[in-house]
């Protein structure tokens, strides 16, 4: 990743994330979730980067999860394969172990559950299969790419939607899977991983779900 204005302000606000929340110590082996979008993408450059001169040293692993969208009828199966062989190929070039997995998420959620509002079951899911699959590939956490709008986000949505004060927290122990997920953007606005997707052409993976860009969290973002 080069080191023009943008990405030092990234690298920056990462470290200084890291740092503040203790997300990382030595020896750790880190699982960063990677779904393809421009979130994930911005995260995996930073902490491929950042590995490389932080004083604790730590290991990284690439995880993407296929929710099997084409297999439900929503997507198209070669353009999704073709998306996951570029984003197997930035890896390469970062030197980062990339991991796919398939699921049957899509399927069970709009297939058999037939949800109407399916963002919540799908969450969920999602999560349980990214840390049951960085727990047999041996990582002790797992790096999400959250920022700082979406914690402003969750917090709207807590408020409004369920009438409470909360948000996720930057560095959480799950004692049930006995493992810690980290949020090391928690301090990088949105538009900084924008503009770091255009600048370097990240090769990002549009989502095809029938939910995607109708949901409370949109309508917020929009707020």
Same mark, same amino acid.
Do not use: W
């Given at each position: =990743?080069?080191?023009?204005? @943008? /990405?030092?302000?990234?690298?920056?606000?990462?470290?200084? +994330?890291?740092?503040?929340?203790?997300?990382?110590?030595?020896?750790?082996?880190?699982?960063?979730?990677?779904?393809?979008?421009? #979130?994930?993408?911005?995260?995996?450059?930073? =902490?491929?980067?950042?590995?490389?001169?932080?004083?604790?040293?730590?290991?990284?692993?690439?995880?993407?999860?296929?929710? +099997?969208?084409?297999?439900?009828?929503?997507?198209? $199966?070669?353009?999704?394969?073709?998306?996951?062989?570029?984003?197997?190929?930035?890896?390469?070039?970062?030197?980062? @172990?990339?991991?796919?997995?398939?699921?049957?998420?899509?399927?069970?959620?709009?297939?058999?559950?037939? $949800?109407?509002?399916?963002?919540?079951?799908?969450? @969920?899911?999602?999560?349980?299969?990214?840390?049951?699959?960085?727990?047999?590939?041996?990582?002790?956490?797992?790096?999400?790419?959250?920022?700082?709008?979406?914690?402003?986000?969750?917090?709207?949505?807590?408020?409004?939607?369920? +009438?409470?004060?909360?948000?996720?927290?930057?560095?959480?122990?799950? #004692?049930?899977?006995?493992?810690?997920?980290?949020?090391? =953007?928690?301090?990088?606005? $949105?538009?900084?991983?924008?503009?770091?997707?255009? $600048?370097?052409?990240?090769?990002?993976?549009?989502?095809?779900?029938?939910?995607? +860009?109708?949901?409370?969290?949109?309508? /917020?973002?929009?707020?």
């Amino acid at each position: =990743m080069p080191f023009g204005f @943008n /990405v030092r302000r990234i690298l920056s606000y990462t470290r200084r +994330g890291v740092d503040d929340y203790k997300m990382i110590e030595d020896g750790d082996r880190i699982a960063v979730g990677v779904s393809g979008g421009k #979130d994930s993408l911005t995260l995996l450059c930073a =902490m491929a980067t950042l590995k490389k001169f932080y004083p604790k040293r730590f290991e990284i692993e690439a995880i993407t999860m296929d929710p +099997g969208f084409y297999k439900a009828g929503y997507g198209d $199966e070669a353009e999704t394969k073709a998306g996951f062989d570029k984003l197997r190929e930035l890896c390469e070039q970062l030197e980062v @172990n990339f991991t796919l997995f398939d699921t049957e998420i899509a399927k069970i959620i709009f297939d058999v559950r037939k $949800e109407k509002n399916p963002c919540s079951l799908c969450a @969920n899911l999602r999560r349980g299969a990214l840390n049951d699959t960085a727990k047999k590939l041996g990582c002790t956490k797992v790096a999400l790419g959250h920022h700082k709008d979406d914690a402003i986000e969750t917090f709207i949505m807590s408020l409004f939607y369920e +009438g409470r004060v909360n948000c996720f927290s930057p560095k959480t122990y799950l #004692d049930k899977q006995d493992i810690t997920v980290i949020r090391p =953007m928690v301090y990088i606005e $949105e538009y900084m991983t924008k503009k770091a997707t255009k $600048e370097f052409n990240y090769p990002v993976i549009v989502n095809p779900c029938p939910a995607n +860009g109708i949901t409370k969290r949109q309508d /917020v973002k929009e707020l």
